[in-house]
T-cell receptor, first 113, second 112 residues
Framework: DSGVTQTPKHLITATGQRVTLRCSPR?????VYWYQQSLDQGLQFLIQ???????AKGNILERFSAQQFPDLHSELNLSSLELGDSALYFC????????????FGQGTRLTVV | DAKTTQPNSMESNEEEPVHLPCNHS???????IHWYRQLPSQGPEYVIH???SNVNNRMASLAIAEDRKSSTLILHRATLRDAAVYYC?????????????FGGGTRLMVKP
């Protein structure tokens, strides 16, 4: 158990819909990272928040957005969903300095039908 | 971040040592070498990291070449539970964001 909690574990939704994925980082970790893992793209970095502020952005689509709340939990919002958005979405957290290990959650499997 | 090159797959026998290579010929002086692994149906898991010297922990050892252009992750006695995708990642923490950039990794298969 990494200490990072992601909910829900599975999500099935229709094209065009909007979903919210939730991540609770390890206690005390200030950084939260979101990754997408699809079969043909591998693990892709989406976005990072540090202590409530956006810190780095990867190849995140404009239809996707995220935020980190004062209690440090984070949400990833995916809207106007397409079939190609079907993937595993992982959240990771780490203490301030990334040279220490990052802890990944078990992921949310999103299926868009 | 500098790029790494790993074999797509490797096979090992249970209870034998495994050496997983990683080439990073364009590594910069401030790049740390990180290894993560991803077991089936799980999130990635930290294994080990280092800068210049060889490192050991309870999971594995990391051997870093003197010129730092390559490194090897060593699992001393492979178990069936070590079957996973192993990722070698370079992190230039002082000069870049904090995210990990994953490549294709090496899929390790362990035979009983």
């Amino acid at each position: 158990d990494s200490g990072v909690t992601q909910t829900p574990k599975h999500l099935i939704t229709a094209t065009g819909q909007r979903v919210t994925l939730r991540c609770s980082p390890r206690s005390g970790d200030l950084s939260v990272y979101w990754y997408q893992q699809s079969l043909d793209q591998g693990l892709q970095f989406l976005i990072q928040y540090y202590n409530g502020e956006e810190r780095a952005k990867g190849n995140i689509l404009e239809r996707f957005s995220a935020q980190q709340f004062p209690d440090l939990h984070s949400e990833l919002n995916l809207s106007s969903l397409e079939l190609g958005d079907s993937a595993l979405y992982f959240c990771a957290s780490s203490p301030r300095h990334m040279n220490t290990e990052a802890f990944f959650g078990q992921g949310t499997r999103l299926t868009v039908v | 971040d500098a790029k790494t090159t790993q074999p797509n797959s490797m096979e090992s026998n249970e209870e034998e040592p495994v050496h997983l290579p990683c080439n990073h010929s364009t590594i910069s002086g401030t790049d740390y070498i990180h290894w993560y692994r991803q077991l089936p149906s799980q999130g990635p898991e930290y294994v080990i990291h280092g800068l210049t010297s060889n490192v050991n922990n309870r999971m594995a050892s990391l051997a870093i070449a003197e010129d730092r252009k390559s490194s090897t992750l060593i699992l001393h006695r492979a178990t069936l539970r070590d079957a996973a995708v192993y990722y070698c990642i370079l992190r230039d923490v002082p000069n870049a964001g904090n995210m990990l950039t994953f490549g294709g990794g090496t899929r390790l298969m362990v035979k009983p």
